[in-house]
């Protein structure tokens, strides 16, 4: 980032505020220590959190600490006293450094509890634990003594050249993929944990610096290469597994559920209508693939190809939406979400009873239909493993490929909706629906699309989840499954696509790696919701509307937004 | 100078006959009989509560009369959904102006083009409302909710436009804003009527809709209590006392 070209000499900035002098060399003495630390051993007994027990052999948590201490080096270099101030012109280094000698005590303090836990008692930190705490608390000291620069440039504005942009995309996106397939690879809950807590460190970190802003307007300027980068790094995710099925089992779920999150956020995030059944649609997509399914379960005759099931089973489900629609759909708010709660109860009683001694034998009522067999589309079996480029991929790895085609459409078709007539018409009902109806907006019209366009699309992701599961059964599509749909829009940030597959990925994830919570996973979830109101109501990414809806007495936001506008014009 | 109930023949642009409309059982407008030609600015003054607003919404679509008729074009559209009417060529800019706060300028005015199905038109439109109200224009990707009211009100007044409309409704254009910013959206109206747009202006401002309108209805609740000429009801002795502010 030293390529950033200064567009004016820094003559007239103020002189900077004394600092204490020891603070900066109290950080370095601290990044040192944290270093040193992680190269000696951490605890007594290799058996726990991956091996911390090698001196001059680092483990997965060591080095993390080590990757900590690194970017916290190059903060301090960047302060007024080091050789890269002029890249600290740009960057908040002071607070970066604030975030990250707090988290990274924290992350010290968690280690050492985690030793003691695991191996009973405090006994069995060895020396390097103490000190690479030590050097975190000094690390943290030394930054709060730190003061922070008086005049900052903004980092969004910067102009960089195009290969920087695309190449810290390409950096940010690479170590998403490390780091994902690292955390997955995680078998105990501490390390996972500690390696989230690293995670959202250093993410909070390069926020607090502003190289994130820098990094999110680097992303605009290059949108294709982002949406590729991404793309690119989700294709290659199985071929970090070496044909392992147990994280993919967890990324398929979270691809199906996304998937339909991004169904459900047409409905609520463009167009506003709080659905609280909409897991049903999925479940009618999935039942029909069943019921037109090869297995010995199946009760209806009829056997087409897997891509004329995808239709009928998403056809279906759009029918069914709009069926619960029309009559529902001219009632608005809190109406609509109790009919449509009604309706993903219905569909689930229907579902349980269908099951000949109280009507037509469909679905086999609460058995439901196991022995699905696997996919085989132009010859292709999903059920076996693959071997390209001598990588095994393993039975999920090909579900996981064909989810993420799906989701790709699922984006796709979201994007275009948004940015058409039709996405303009949804934003202003959601808005104020009696100006759209004054505006020729056909109000009724559009939500029933809305309603039907979602459903289609969850009743897609259901006949591939079929397949996938290999079983049906009423009891998988319960409330619980509408609420974390919904939960998972609200926490990423509604209207978005980034923020909804982040939010289903967190809620989808956390779940599967930290079971030993299962039983608290409600209380925890209501907790993050509850944290998220008050904090960041707009959820984790931003919609640029939504931070105007939330913020409107921010008036600092509404010029920055302004401004921000203003430069975009510009260019 | 009473309220004319006969019959007239069918040559207005908008007619509208013995129109009934009630909340529940609180009937808000009573019986009233009046109509728009083409090319002609008219104007409905009343106080609070007369039953303007009502009457609009009821011509737009977004509430149903109990009784009466309302005829456009030579068409009856009183059960005649909302959007159809705004397709037909008959826009409402509400009360209130009612822009999208979240939405930018340009948004904002894409989406009283809504019922229209030319983008090339569309965006010939946009230009010129840019052209009638150049801060628009320099504002174009702002959100329209950082904009004050009388900025809000060009916004309205143009969002209204872009449905190329044959007939605008002008409901209270002059609320809440600056007298110059009222002066400039009262010669907007005319601006408008020259450029061949037909305008039915309701207005608590008696003074400044009566001086611009080919023709005037006070309506006090709910009934048409005087109608004539802008010129005649100006001079009117009663429309002076209650409407004017003078003795």
């Given at each position: 980032?030293?390529?950033?070209?200064?567009?004016?000499?820094?003559?007239?900035?103020?002189?900077?505020?004394?600092?204490?002098?020891?603070?900066?060399?109290?950080?370095?003495?601290?990044?040192?220590?944290?270093?040193?630390?992680?190269?000696?051993?951490?605890?007594?007994?290799?058996?726990?959190?991956?091996?911390?027990?090698?001196?001059?052999?680092?483990?997965?948590?060591?080095?993390?600490?080590?990757?900590?201490?690194?970017?916290?080096?190059?903060?301090?270099?960047?302060?007024?006293?080091?050789?890269?101030?002029?890249?600290?012109?740009?960057?908040?280094?002071?607070?970066?450094?604030?975030?990250?000698?707090?988290?990274?005590?924290?992350?010290?303090?968690?280690?050492?509890?985690?030793?003691?836990?695991?191996?009973?008692?405090?006994?069995?930190?060895?020396?390097?634990?103490?000190?690479?705490?030590?050097?975190?608390?000094?690390?943290?000291?030394?930054?709060?003594?730190?003061?922070?620069?008086?005049?900052?440039?903004?980092?969004?504005?910067?102009?960089?050249?195009?290969?920087?942009?695309?190449?810290?995309?390409?950096?940010?996106?690479?170590?998403?993929?490390?780091?994902?397939?690292?955390?997955?690879?995680?078998?105990?809950?501490?390390?996972?944990?500690?390696?989230?807590?690293?995670?959202?460190?250093?993410?909070?970190?390069?926020?607090?610096?502003?190289?994130?802003?820098?990094?999110?307007?680097?992303?605009?300027?290059?949108?294709?290469?982002?949406?590729?980068?991404?793309?690119?790094?989700?294709?290659?995710?199985?071929?970090?597994?070496?044909?392992?099925?147990?994280?993919?089992?967890?990324?398929?779920?979270?691809?199906?559920?996304?998937?339909?999150?991004?169904?459900?956020?047409?409905?609520?995030?463009?167009?506003?209508?709080?659905?609280?059944?909409?897991?049903?649609?999925?479940?009618?997509?999935?039942?029909?693939?069943?019921?037109?399914?090869?297995?010995?379960?199946?009760?209806?005759?009829?056997?087409?190809?897997?891509?004329?099931?995808?239709?009928?089973?998403?056809?279906?489900?759009?029918?069914?939406?709009?069926?619960?629609?029309?009559?529902?759909?001219?009632?608005?708010?809190?109406?609509?979400?109790?009919?449509?709660?009604?309706?993903?109860?219905?569909?689930?009683?229907?579902?349980?009873?269908?099951?000949?001694?109280?009507?037509?034998?469909?679905?086999?009522?609460?058995?439901?239909?196991?022995?699905?067999?696997?996919?085989?589309?132009?010859?292709?079996?999903?059920?076996?493993?693959?071997?390209?480029?001598?990588?095994?991929?393993?039975?999920?790895?090909?579900?996981?490929?064909?989810?993420?085609?799906?989701?790709?459409?699922?984006?796709?078709?979201?994007?275009?909706?948004?940015?058409?007539?039709?996405?303009?018409?949804?934003?202003?009902?959601?808005?104020?629906?009696?100006?759209?109806?004054?505006?020729?907006?056909?109000?009724?019209?559009?939500?029933?699309?809305?309603?039907?366009?979602?459903?289609?699309?969850?009743?897609?992701?259901?006949?591939?989840?079929?397949?996938?599961?290999?079983?049906?059964?009423?009891?998988?599509?319960?409330?619980?499954?509408?609420?974390?749909?919904?939960?998972?829009?609200?926490?990423?940030?509604?209207?978005?696509?980034?923020?909804?597959?982040?939010?289903?990925?967190?809620?989808?994830?956390?779940?599967?790696?930290?079971?030993?919570?299962?039983?608290?996973?409600?209380?925890?979830?209501?907790?993050?919701?509850?944290?998220?109101?008050?904090?960041?109501?707009?959820?984790?990414?931003?919609?640029?509307?939504?931070?105007?809806?939330?913020?409107?007495?921010?008036?600092?936001?509404?010029?920055?937004?302004?401004?921000?506008?203003?430069?975009?014009?510009?260019? | 100078m009473t309220a004319s109930t006969e019959?007239k023949?069918?040559?207005a642009?908008l007619e509208v006959?013995?129109?009934?409309?009630?909340?529940?059982?609180?009937?808000?407008?009573?019986?009233i009989s009046f109509s728009v030609e083409?090319?002609q600015v008219v104007s409905l003054i009343g106080?609070?509560?007369a039953?303007k607003?009502?009457t609009?919404?009821?011509?737009?679509?977004?509430?149903?009369?109990?009784?009466?008729?309302?005829?456009?074009?030579?068409?009856?559209?009183?059960?005649?959904?909302?959007?159809?009417?705004?397709?037909?060529?008959?826009?409402?800019?509400?009360?209130?102006?009612?822009?999208?706060?979240?939405?930018?300028?340009?948004?904002?005015?894409?989406?009283?083009?809504?019922?229209?199905?030319?983008?090339?038109?569309?965006?010939?439109?946009?230009?010129?409302?840019?052209?009638?109200?150049?801060?628009?224009?320099?504002?174009?990707?702002?959100?329209?909710?950082?904009?004050?009211?009388?900025?809000?009100?060009?916004?309205?007044?143009?969002?209204?436009?872009?449905?190329?409309?044959?007939?605008?409704?002008?409901?209270?254009?002059?609320?809440?804003?600056?007298?110059?910013?009222?002066?400039?959206?009262?010669?907007?109206?005319?601006?408008?009527?020259?450029?061949?747009?037909?305008i039915l202006l309701v207005e608590?401002n008696a003074q400044a809709a009566l001086k611009r309108a080919d023709y005037g209805y006070v309506l006090e609740?709910?009934q048409i209590k005087l109608s004539g000429t802008g010129r005649e009801l100006l001079v009117n002795d009663e429309v002076r006392k209650a409407y004017l502010?003078e003795?």
């Amino acid at each position: 980032m030293t390529d950033v070209q200064t567009e004016t000499p820094a003559a007239e900035v103020p002189a900077a505020p004394k600092a204490k002098p020891f603070a900066w060399p109290l950080g370095l003495v601290g990044v040192a220590l944290v270093v040193i630390g992680s190269f000696l051993s951490w605890s007594y007994d290799g058996t726990i959190l991956n091996n911390l027990s090698i001196n001059f052999y680092p483990g997965g948590l060591q080095i993390l600490a080590i990757v900590a201490a690194v970017l916290a080096l190059v903060l301090l270099l960047a302060e007024q006293q080091g050789p890269l101030s002029n890249l600290g012109n740009w960057l908040d280094a002071t607070l970066g450094l604030r975030v990250l000698g707090t988290g990274l005590t924290l992350y010290m303090a968690l280690v050492l509890v985690a030793i003691s836990v695991e191996s009973d008692g405090l006994i069995n930190v060895n020396p390097g634990g103490y000190v690479s705490f030590a050097g975190a608390a000094l690390l943290a000291v030394g930054a709060w003594l730190l003061p922070l620069r008086p005049q900052l440039r903004n980092l969004s504005e910067a102009r960089t050249p195009a290969w920087l942009d695309i190449l810290a995309i390409a950096v940010l996106m690479a170590a998403l993929l490390f780091v994902a397939a690292y955390a997955l690879g995680l078998e105990d809950a501490w390390s996972f944990i500690l390696c989230l807590l690293f995670v959202a460190v250093v993410a909070t970190a390069l926020f607090r610096t502003g190289a994130m802003s820098w990094v999110a307007q680097a992303g605009q300027r290059h949108r294709k290469v982002l949406t590729l980068a991404s793309f690119a790094v989700a294709f290659l995710f199985p071929f970090t597994q070496n044909g392992s099925d147990a994280n993919m089992s967890i990324a398929t779920a979270v691809l199906v559920f996304g998937a339909t999150a991004m169904g459900l956020n047409i409905v609520v995030g463009l167009a506003g209508l709080l659905d609280l059944g909409y897991i049903a649609f999925l479940g009618s997509g999935a039942y029909v693939a069943a019921t037109l399914s090869t297995s010995a379960f199946a009760t209806i005759g009829w056997k087409p190809p897997f891509l004329v099931v995808v239709l009928v089973g998403a056809c279906v489900a759009a029918v069914l939406g709009l069926i619960i629609g029309s009559p529902t759909l001219r009632v608005s708010g809190d109406y609509l979400a109790i009919v449509t709660l009604g309706f993903g109860e219905i569909f689930r009683f229907a579902m349980f009873n269908l099951d000949g001694n109280n009507g037509p034998n469909l679905t086999n009522g609460p058995n439901g239909i196991p022995g699905i067999p696997d996919l085989e589309v132009f010859g292709f079996n999903f059920g076996v493993a693959h071997h390209p480029f001598g990588i095994e991929l393993g039975r999920f790895s090909n579900y996981y490929f064909l989810l993420l085609v799906l989701i790709g459409g699922v984006i796709l078709a979201f994007t275009r909706l948004n940015n058409s007539r039709i996405g303009r018409g949804w934003v202003a009902i959601r808005e104020d629906e009696k100006a759209a109806e004054a505006m020729g907006v056909n109000v009724f019209g559009l939500k029933l699309l809305a309603f039907a366009v979602g459903a289609f699309l969850a009743g897609l992701a259901g006949t591939i989840k079929a397949h996938q599961d290999g079983a049906v059964s009423p009891d998988q599509y319960i409330f619980l499954e509408s609420a974390f749909l919904l939960a998972a829009i609200v926490l990423g940030g509604m209207g978005t696509i980034a923020g909804v597959l982040l939010g289903a990925t967190i809620l989808k994830l956390l779940p599967e790696k930290l079971r030993f919570f299962s039983e608290y996973r409600l209380l925890l979830f209501g907790v993050l919701l509850v944290l998220m109101m008050r904090f960041r109501p707009e959820g984790l990414v931003a919609s640029r509307r939504r931070q105007l809806e939330f913020h409107e007495e921010d008036e600092e936001l509404a010029e920055a937004v302004e401004h921000k506008l203003l430069v975009e014009e510009a260019k | 100078m009473t309220a004319s109930t006969e019959e007239k023949p069918l040559t207005a642009m908008l007619e509208v006959r013995d129109l009934e409309v009630a909340y529940g059982k609180i009937v808000a407008v009573k019986k009233i009989s009046f109509s728009v030609e083409q090319g002609q600015v008219v104007s409905l003054i009343g106080t609070n509560g007369a039953g303007k607003t009502t009457t609009l919404r009821t011509i737009s679509g977004l509430l149903r009369p109990t009784n009466g008729e309302i005829w456009f074009q030579g068409e009856r559209i009183d059960h005649v959904q909302a959007h159809d009417i705004v397709a037909r060529g008959l826009a409402h800019s509400p009360e209130g102006r009612r822009i999208f706060p979240k939405l930018t300028v340009e948004e904002n005015l894409l989406l009283g083009a809504f019922a229209r199905r030319d983008p090339a038109g569309v965006r010939t439109d946009l230009d010129s409302a840019y052209d009638l109200f150049p801060i628009l224009g320099e504002r174009r990707k702002q959100p329209a909710g950082t904009f004050s009211g009388g900025e809000q009100q060009m916004l309205a007044m143009g969002r209204a436009m872009m449905s190329r409309p044959k007939l605008m409704m002008l409901d209270e254009p002059s609320m809440g804003l600056s007298p110059i910013m009222m002066k400039r959206i009262m010669s907007t109206v005319t601006e408008l009527q020259k450029q061949g747009t037909t305008i039915l202006l309701v207005e608590q401002n008696a003074q400044a809709a009566l001086k611009r309108a080919d023709y005037g209805y006070v309506l006090e609740v709910g009934q048409i209590k005087l109608s004539g000429t802008g010129r005649e009801l100006l001079v009117n002795d009663e429309v002076r006392k209650a409407y004017l502010g003078e003795d």
